[in-house]
Structures are given as C-alpha cells and as structure tokens.
C-alpha cells in the first residue's frame, strides 16, 4: 500500500501537468480557429467595402487601402489555415462563399455590415495580438 501511494504522490504532477498541456491545447486550438474565421470575415468585408467604394465613386486612397487591408487578412488566412492543416481548395471555398454571404449582406444594409466589421477587421488587421488575446481570453473561460 506504502508503494501505491508513493507511486500516485510522484505521478500526481504529471498527469495534472498532461491535463494542462491538453487544456493548452484545445485553448490554443480554438484562438487558431476563430482568428482564422476572423481572418476570412475580414477579407470579405474589405472586398466588399473596397468594391462598394469603387461603385459609389470614393477616393482612389481609400479604396486602396481596403484592398490592402484585405490582401493582409487573406494572406494570414491562408498561413493560419495552412498551419491548422486546411487543404488550400477548402480554405479558398470557404473564402468565396464568404465574400458571397456578405456581399448579399451589403446589398440589403452595408451600413450594418460596416457597423459590424469595420472596427473589429481595422483592429484585427493593425493589432491581431489584441484579438488573439480576446479569443485566448474567452477560451479559458469555456474550456475547463
């Protein structure tokens, strides 16, 4: 009995340790995925915004700067996908069929697509640690 208790006192660390080795895991696992859903939103919207500002006949400057914000999203998109292990054909559907939801969301209400994205896209593209550590946050609350 003395060498089972000995035996469950040394290996007690290790398994709490593998327990929170597994809670990093799923915790850094879901900030990958929604930074990566974030990504792709953002790419859209930028797409969108940057098409709706040329149709409405807005200043070279600032559709160049959506398109270039865009280009950043995509382009993190992809390398986090790449990371997760997401075939590039998926990543590139998933891509297309979101820039098609939102463009049917502007065309009913850009304001509310812009409402709804243009601070959180502007804030992820110029600071993604900030959004990293939101979704950081919210997982160690939801992952136990």
Known sequence: MKKLSILILILMPFSISADENAKEKR????????????YVNCYSFYKVAAESFKKSGKEKQ????LEKSADVALKYNYDLGEIMGLNPEVMAQMTKDKVDTFVN??????S??????????KNLVENPE???NYWENKGKKIIK
């Open 27 to 38: 915790i850094a696992k879901y900030v990958m995925e929604n930074i990566q859903k974030d």
């Open 62 to 65: 600032i559709i160049e700067s």
């Open 105 to 110: 969301l502007a065309n009913k209400d850009f």
């Open 112 to 121: 509310s697509l812009a409402k709804k994205y243009g601070l959180v896209c």
């Open 130 to 132: 900030q959004r990293t």
